[in-house]
């Protein structure tokens, strides 16, 4: 491999102090590329159903792939890779941010953590430099605080990840925080739980070497070629960010409202992307080697909620924080947004919590004195804030609710299991499959749980061009259950090429003429391999078979790739999606077929033979 890795990965064991420096053959990087992909190699291969997601042998796996840290445009993301305490089964999550960009400027191409500090540690990493040091000074302070205090003790130029007072305390939601008041997150399946576990606080990284590039001459001038173009797709998304189509989605029935229950949302237009730029907006924030720009820079300056100038919500926060909680008021969802953010939550799952505890008060299952004195009725922005402190402190019903809703709704029981929504254990992003029938089989088949991000569908569903060279078929009419196996599994092979190259995946609307075919180009021009389009789709789907066999090794089969009943049963009452429901079993028969797997859902062994995983 002549470019594109340094070829280090830094191991580091907590429990011992060790520090040492793994390298990877050529054919393992070209079958797994990086992120997600040799994550969850490096997972399968040193855990097992025996494993403890909080136990010292659990891995903390970083990685970025082989395109961060060169000028590859939007490139320059990580992944967290791990046993997810909140699922006790495969965990990913994916960051943006600059702290992978300058992981790899350092030298390093990830980290992998083992074992236990006896005491909270962090990690300063300056190129050759890495030193395990003491954090109990900085042992709960906020992701915020924490990123200062780096910055003055190593230097301005220092990028931290790290946790927050949820990851502290080992809640099951909680995010491994970067980029400090930005506030970029690895968020999902309770990464910040298991860096907790560990007492590692923050990684500090700084450097500036040049990563390899096997022919730079014709991958500098590709870039040069291509970055404007992927840049014009910026237009919707500088000016209103990620949530600049809130309002459409809550026209189209695909934004969660009241717990998943209700159909429309008056006032949803309060708490858009528009809005949001003509009232809170102060600038906007790009990822490193990023030409898009979506990231919303924010300042409520006034009133109940005016809060710290900083990183703006998304629209997942949007929904999860706002409209399904029937919060309208834009300040309020910011400030829960920067708490989340400052504590180390997801925002997703945050949301999730809040909005079950406000159907659980309504229905009368938990109370004004379980709650520690919160009056937890629909819209109230107040108790919203109230509970993300509970849950981050683990206080009175919080300590319940950070173990997840799944918990949550099994420890009450009864009809409260009905209104935990979510797959796996991992909390339902703000997509509903009952506007898009591609969204149920996705949730359904995805290896984290319920995500959005494993196929990326929707925004295609809903018109944009599918790449050329994606050489897949768009389905018809989005309550339709025919071509949705194809397409979704196409699209998570394709997807899982993003996150084990750590891309964003804003990059397939901006590339119409070729996608797939310029990522093999940057590849092949910064690695020196001769990858073509075919093997780089067979090995998204080598990737995406062994998180499946990860699963299926820990009891997961076909009886887990569900919908809660909610998906199934309760149609919305109202709006572009009322009385529509997924039927999610013929889907799974059709996508098991064409993925090669059996009827139980578990991949045969011609198919692993030929991908190289028996």
């Known amino acids: ?15 011992s102090g060790k520090i040492e420096i793994e390298s990877y053959s050529d054919d393992k990087w070209r079958k797994y590329l990086g992120g997600s992909g040799l994550g969850v190699r490096i997972l399968y291969d040193e855990t097992d159903e025996n494993t403890d997601p909080l136990g010292p042998e659990n891995p903390l796996i970083f990685l970025t792939g082989p395109l961060v840290g060169t000028t590859a445009p939007n490139f320059g993301r990580f992944q967290v890779i791990t046993k997810s305490p909140l699922t006790g089964g495969f965990g990913e999550s994916n960051c943006g941010g600059t702290w992978g960009h300058k992981l790899k400027r350092a030298g390093y191409d990830g980290i992998i953590f083992t074992g236990k500090a006896d005491k909270p540690v962090y990690i300063n990493i300056d190129e050759d430099k890495v030193d395990i040091l003491d954090a109990c000074d900085i042992w709960g302070k906020d992701s915020v605080e924490t990123d200062l205090v780096m910055k003055n003790r190593h230097g301005g130029k ?58 730079p001459d014709v991958f500098k001038e590709s870039v040069k070629e291509w970055a404007p173009k992927i840049s014009e797709i910026a237009d919707p998304l500088l000016a209103n960010g990620t949530s600049g189509g809130f309002v459409f989605c809550e026209s189209e029935g695909e934004l969660p409202i009241k717990n998943w229950i209700e159909g429309n949302l008056e006032g949803a237009e309060n708490i858009s992307g528009p809005v949001m730029t003509e ?11 990023c030409v898009i720009k979506c ?58 919590c809040v909005s079950f ?25 107040d108790a919203m804030i109230a509970l993300i402190k509970k849950i981050a402190y683990r206080e009175d019903f919080g300590d319940i609710l950070a173990e997840g809703t799944r918990f949550a709704s099994e420890k009450i029981g009864g009809k409260a299991t009905e209104m935990a929504v979510q797959i796996r254990g991992l909390d339902f992003p703000a997509h509903d499959p009952r506007a898009i029938f591609s969204t149920a089989l996705q949730y359904a088949t995805s290896a984290r749980g319920a995500c959005h991000l ?30 949705r196996p194809e397409f979704i599994a196409g699209m998570q092979n394709i997807m899982g090429l993003f996150d084990s190259l750590t891309g964003c ?49 820990l009891g997961q089969s076909r009886k887990d790739d569900i919908l809660p009943p909610r998906m199934l049963n309760l149609p919305r009452n109202s709006g572009g999606a009322e009385g529509k429901l997924p039927d999610l079993e013929p889907m799974l028969d059709g996508y098991y077929k064409f993925r090669r797997w059996d009827n139980n859902g578990i991949p045969t062994d011609d198919l692993l033979k030929e991908l190289e995983l028996k």
């Open 279 to 289: 009232t809170i907006l102060t600038g906007r924030y790009n990822c490193a080697q």
């Open 454 to 483: 494993s196929s990326f569908t929707h925004d295609l569903e809903y018109g944009a061009e599918i790449p050329p060279d994606f050489n897949l078929q768009k389905p018809g009419d989005r309550f339709t259950q025919e071509g």
């Open 158 to 215: 220092t990028v931290t990840c790290c946790i927050g007072p949820a990851g502290e305390r080992l809640v099951k939601i909680a995010a491994i925080m970067t980029d400090g008041k930005d506030g970029r997150a690895a968020g999902r399946c309770g990464v910040g739980a298991v860096m907790g576990s560990k007492n590692v606080k923050a990684i500090a990284v700084n450097g500036s070497l040049q990563v390899p590039l096997a022919d």
């Open 295 to 352: 990231g919303r820079v924010v300042h409520v300056k006034e009133g109940k909620y005016a809060s710290d100038e900083g990183g703006g919500p998304e629209y997942e926060t949007l929904g999860m924080l706002g409209s399904n909680c029937m919060i309208t008021d834009l300040a309020a969802v910011q400030m829960g947004n920067e708490l989340c953010n400052r504590f180390g939550l997801d925002t997703i799952s945050t949301g999730a």
């Open 505 to 553: 995946k804003f990059m397939i609307f901006g590339m119409n003429e070729k996608t797939l075919g310029l990522i093999c180009e940057w590849l092949n021009s910064i690695t020196g391999w001769d990858m073509t389009i075919d093997e780089l789709v067979k090995t998204g789907e080598r990737i995406f078979n062994l998180k499946r066999m990860y699963n299926v090794r």
């Open 357 to 381: 505890t406000m159907e659980a008060y309504e229905q009368g299952l938990v109370s004004e004195s379980d709650l520690g004195g919160i009056m937890a009725e629909w819209g109230d922005a």
């Open 1 to 15: 491999m002549k470019g594109g890795v340094f070829n280090k990965v830094l191991r580091i064991d907590l429990t």
